[in-house]
Nanobody, 126 residues
Framework: QVQLVESGGGLVQAGGSLRLSCAAS????????MGWYRQAPGKEREFVAA????????FYADSVKGRFTISRDNAKIAVYLQADSLLPEDTAMYYC???????????????????WGQGTQVTVSA
């Protein structure tokens, strides 16, 4: 049973920073791609960032490129999202994901092809 548990969300002013964490368990994650999605109220879930299992190579959505940094710690079986220069439009529930099968970081997984955490809320005030 794969489990993903996010933490680190909160309320922050525009321009501020948050560091989201995701602790994973249930399988060997060393070679698994991992990533973050988000969903704002009334909107569809959207891809944020992904990190490759073997190489640590990262891929970002254009909307967060240059502001967010994804990283992973295979020893701790964890993935992180450092979110800087936050904007009100970054307000959303953020979900940690890992694909159920083979994947690429440019096309990580669809809703039905991912394992999902329960989410952590990020709220950015203007």
């Amino acid at each position: 049973q794969v489990q993903l548990v996010e933490s680190g969300g909160g309320l922050v002013q525009a321009g501020g920073s948050l560091r989201l964490s995701c602790a994973a368990s249930g399988r060997t994650f060393g070679t698994s791609d991992m990533g973050w999605y988000r969903q704002a109220p009334g909107k569809e879930r959207e891809f944020v960032a992904a990190v490759q299992g073997n190489s640590g190579i990262a891929f970002y959505a254009d909307s967060v490129k240059g502001r967010f940094t994804i990283s992973r710690d295979n020893a701790k079986i964890a993935v992180y999202l450092q979110a800087d220069s936050l904007l009100p439009e970054d307000t959303a529930m953020y979900y940690c994901v890992t694909p159920q099968g083979p994947s690429t970081i440019e096309a990580l997984c669809t809703v039905s092809e991912c394992y999902w955490g329960q989410g952590t809320q990020v709220t950015v005030s203007a």
